[in-house]
């Protein structure tokens, strides 16, 4: 695990528990996700993920957490990139915490 791999687990540990017991079980997923691709994926302005695929898709598949999307397809794309989207290694996040990061984006979960 690289430096900045392993920096990224302590935080995300810090800031997900936040000395607490994990609060359900999406809770992982959730702290990924605003970790590694809410300033890209959240809904709205400023947001360039939602703003690409609000160009491509439209305005109502841009949010990629009310999609529904193949959990295959989602892995993919993290795993490999896509277009102006850069790719995630395995030192950012394991499949594991990948595993969980699908389950919530898949989740009708605040
Ligand atoms: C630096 C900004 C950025 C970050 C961070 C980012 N993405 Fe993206 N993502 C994009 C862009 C831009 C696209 C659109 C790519 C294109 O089609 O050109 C995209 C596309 C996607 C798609 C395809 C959606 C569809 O409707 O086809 C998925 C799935 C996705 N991202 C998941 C994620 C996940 C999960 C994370 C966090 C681990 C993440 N992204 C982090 C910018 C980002």
Do not use: W
């Amino acid at each position: 695990m690289g430096v900045k791999g392993l920096l990224g687990g302590v935080l995300l540990v810090a800031v997900g528990l936040n000395g607490q017991v994990a609060a359900d079980e999406y809770e992982q997923g959730r702290e990924l996700y605003r970790f590694y691709c809410s300033h890209c994926h959240n809904p709205g302005e400023g947001h360039p993920g939602t703003q690409m695929l609000a160009s491509k898709k439209g305005v109502e598949q841009s949010v990629i957490r009310e999609q529904q999307l193949p959990a295959e397809y989602i892995r993919t794309v993290v795993r490999r990139g896509l277009l102006e989207m850069a790719p995630f290694r395995p030192t950012e996040f394991n499949d594991a915490q990948l595993d969980e990061l699908i389950k919530y984006l898949r989740a009708d979960q605040p």
